[in-house]
């Protein structure tokens, strides 16, 4: 197996992290948060449309780049560094990790050209957000086909053209395309905590969906796990934004007529987050590894969310403490990591979950 | 030269020497004649300027062949480097063979009951009277100091000047009466070490090395090589298996003496391997506080050896500037022993009260508990490795320093 990026990957990075700097600044990143839509239409364009970063991980035949889960990961940890506002995560990440995995080949290749080049925002709808296991308990669909139920939970829903919900009927798990103005369907925007990610609730009574493809058990826990996977990117890339900061700051911040990153209390908690996110960032980069070959740990992508939550968690703490009270304004931008860092470390399982879903994944393989 | 060349002329040369009733002194003056005692070295003193790449091939094909290799286990190790970094050609000539052939045995004379983390404020005295060099104090975590027959001794030789240029580094005779060597027994029981007493010791001028006052350049050199393990190749070294002929009855000796100090190593690094194995066994793999701290425990373990692997190869392709990574691997291994403890203490439960033939496997559990505590002290405390990590990977400033100026005005331990 891979263990350390190839010359392509590193240039996609380069590539990514450049546009990324460029179109999607913190300032930028504050302009769409405030706003009801939450995300900017010309920078969506242009990262999706023209430099394709919706479609890194979707086969070349339905217009992605044809890359893996380290693909994917790459442009996850980048966008978690820069806390990139929009619906990416939502369409490309889940939607389009739930077509390729469920979704017969024929409404994959109607659905996901635009999912690729982000003329088309779908979100995935799932009743459950914290365990798979859970996943169709509130959402059914009827013989007919049409679907009922709420989803407490969904990322971008308020802007999404496509809804994919995984629904209970009567032959299992079944992944549904519904449009957004489909009657029936309700879309209440949530209050949040973390304003650079939009949640709404969606409700369903008597909707009328297509179904795409069945969902089995199997084929839930890879979306599952390859959702997790690029999300624990994306936590990553915001634990080392947060990290590096936070360092740069003791080395600026003078008080006792030294700068604060002399003092022993701050180097050592510093150096104990450099080992927390070393260790975290190389399980993340592993699990990829793992979906992209099929081999290693049936249970890295666990292993990676659990780590990255926790060491993000821990940057995230830090980044607040060792500013002191500047730390704890709105006008400083700590703050908006912070709360990135604390949804999505209860996004997808939080890291107790993970750790019992690994333990059990490992004692069925022993 | 390739590897399969080498493979060839080892395999031949041992052909046509290697016999297994030889004496060991007898066979290591060969293997020593023949250039093959330590492949690295110049050619001028018995090696053959290989890499360490090459060198690794050599000692594959002793091991193939169950040929004993020259006398490398323990601190020995650290003296030839040292004495071949920075000896003279009079040191080189004196001290090299033996320690190649294993007549001498060594102990690093270092930390002192004073000094521990701060190594360079040593204050065991060195004077010069009537042509030698007399030695007055005190060190302590001597590794076979009461079997050694040489030690590498740092001494402050100049109290006027900052600390770290009043020192000075010797080649001390052990065998003699101003020298006394005592058990140290620590806290787990066993006795890795000695305290090791100087009184009016002697040392004569050809023992110094390196020059008057360079003693911490050459500690600092003695010391890259402990890092790179050069005092810990017992393990690897060992004859598989029962080999007949008398001169594995030396070897094996030398062996097990060497490794005697480090039987309970395993223990302090957590033995994360028996974790697994004790959860099924007593059941408490069911409990699911266990299973969170096992998990934390496998996420840990397995991701420091990934982020290992990822820093060896970008070392291997020069991507990165050298860092200690060594300091974050030390840091990473703390975490993980103190996390096994732990597990290992609720997967026992109120049978980790017991030691010896009365506790899990035999003692070894009991073992872990009492000596994991090492690992965040021995070779660098964690500490010290938080301070090499932010200093010199994060570049965060140094700190205030109460040590500097000469050495005598400084405060220190009474």
């Known amino acids: 197996m891979q263990t350390e990026f190839s010359k392509e990957q590193n240039l996609l990075r380069d590539i990514v992290s450049r546009a990324l700097r460029d179109k ?146 009567a032959g299992g798990l079944g992944l549904h395309a519904v449009e957004s103005g489909a009657s029936g369907l309700t879309i209440e925007p949530l209050q949040v905590v973390d304003s650079t990610r939009k949640l709404s609730r969606v409700a369903l009574a008597d909707v009328p969906g297509r179904c795409v493809g069945e969902v089995s058990g199997d084929a839930l826990n890879r979306i599952w796990d390859r959702i997790c996977s690029a999300l624990a990117h994306e936590i990553i890339g915001g634990a080392q934004h947060l990290f ?87 006008e400083n931008d700590t703050h908006l990591w912070f709360k990135r860092a604390k949804g999505s470390e209860v996004l997808f399982g939080t890291p107790a979950i993970h750790r019992e879903r690994m333990m059990t994944m490992l004692e069925g393989a022993a | 030269m390739t590897p399969d060349r080498i493979r060839s002329e080892v395999s031949a040369w041992l052909d046509a020497n ?108 060195a004077e010069l009277k009537d042509g030698k060099w007399i030695i007055n104090g005190q060190k302590v975590w001597n590794t076979s100091a009461h079997h050694a027959d040489f030690g590498l001794l740092v001494a402050r030789s100049d109290w006027d000047v900052p600390k770290h240029q009043g020192i000075s580094y010797f080649l001390l005779d052990m065998r003699q009466p101003g020298v006394e060597a005592r058990p140290l027994r620590q806290m787990n029981g066993h006795q890795s070490f000695n305290e090791v007493f100087m009184t009016n010791a002697v040392v004569p001028p050809e023992d110094l090395i390196g020059g008057e006052g360079n003693g911490w350049h050459v500690a600092k050199t003695t010391l890259s090589f402990e890092r790179r393990g050069f005092s810990r190749r017992v393990r690897g070294s060992s004859i598989d298996g029962a080999k007949q002929g008398p001169i594995y009855e030396e070897y094996e000796e030398e062996l097990r003496i060497a490794a005697e100090p480090y039987t309970w190593y395993p223990q302090r690094e957590g033995r994360v391997d028996l974790v697994l194995p004790r959860a099924r066994e007593t059941g408490t793999i069911a409990d699911p506080a266990t299973r ?51 597990v290992h203490t609720m997967i026992s439960r109120a049978d980790a009260m017991l030691s010896g033939p009365d506790s899990a496997a035999d003692g070894i559990i009991a073992e872990v508990l009492v000596s994991v505590p090492a690992i965040s002290i021995a070779g660098g405390t964690d500490e010290i490795q938080r301070n090499i990590i932010s200093e010199r990977v994060l570049g965060m400033p140094k700190g205030y320093r109460a040590d500097q100026g000469p050495f005598r005005d400084i405060k220190r331990n009474a």
């Open chain 2, 292 to 342: 969170q701290e096992i998990a934390k425990l496998i996420c840990l373990y397995t991701g420091a050896r990934l982020a290992s692997d990822s820093a060896e190869a970008s070392r291997k392709a020069g991507t990165t500037e050298i860092i200690p990574a060594g300091s974050i691997g030390k840091l990473a291994a703390s975490v993980i022993a103190r996390q096994a403890s732990h």
């Open chain 2, 18 to 125: 290697w016999r297994v009733d030889r004496p060991l002194i007898e066979w290591r003056n060969i293997l020593l004649e023949g250039g093959w005692a330590a492949p690295h070295w110049p050619e001028e003193w018995y090696g053959r300027g290989f890499t360490l790449d090459q060198t690794a091939v050599v000692a594959e094909v002793f091991r193939e062949r169950d040929a004993v290799p020259a006398a490398q286990v323990g601190p020995r190790g650290l003296a030839s480097e040292t004495i071949l970094a920075c000896g003279s050609d009079d040191q080189k000539r004196r001290f090299l063979r033996p320690i190649l052939t294993g007549e001498h045995t060594w102990c690093q004379l270092f930390s002192e009951p004073g000094s521990g983390s701060d190594l360079a404020g040593l204050s065991t005295r």
């Open chain 1, 24 to 169: 999607s600044p913190v300032t930028a990143v504050r302009e769409s948060m405030a706003t009801n839509r939450g995300y900017d239409p010309v920078v969506w364009q242009e990262l999706c449309g023209d430099a394709g970063l919706a479609g890194v991980h979707l086969p070349e035949v339905h217009g992605g780049a044809g890359g893996g889960a380290a693909e994917l990961g790459i442009v996850a940890e980048e966008m978690g560094r820069t806390l990139f506002c929009g619906p990416w995560f939502a369409s490309a990440v889940m939607a389009g990790t739930a077509l390729i995995e469920a979704a017969d080949e024929e409404d994959r290749g109607a659905l996901l050209p635009g999912v690729a080049d982000g003329s088309t925002i779908a979100t995935l709808v799932l009743d459950d957000l914290n365990d798979p296991a859970g996943v169709g308990g509130s959402i059914s669909s009827a013989a007919d086909g049409k679907l009922s139920g709420t989803a407490a939970m969904v990322l971008d829903a308020h802007v999404a053209d496509l809804l994919l919900v995984v629904a209970s009927g």
């Open chain 1, 244 to 330: 590096e900061t936070t360092v740069n700051y003791t080395k600026e911040r003078f008080q006792f007529g030294r700068p604060i990153g002399s003092f022993q209390a701050l180097k050592h908690r510093c150096a104990d987050l450099l080992l927390e996110i070393e260790i975290a960032r190389a399980l993340t980069h592993h699990s990829a590894r793992c979906l992209d070959a099929g081999a290693g740990e049936p249970w890295a992508a666990s292993m990676a969310k659990a780590a990255a939550a926790d060491a993000c968690m821990s940057a995230a703490r830090a980044g607040i403490q060792l500013r002191g009270g500047i730390g704890f304004t709105w």
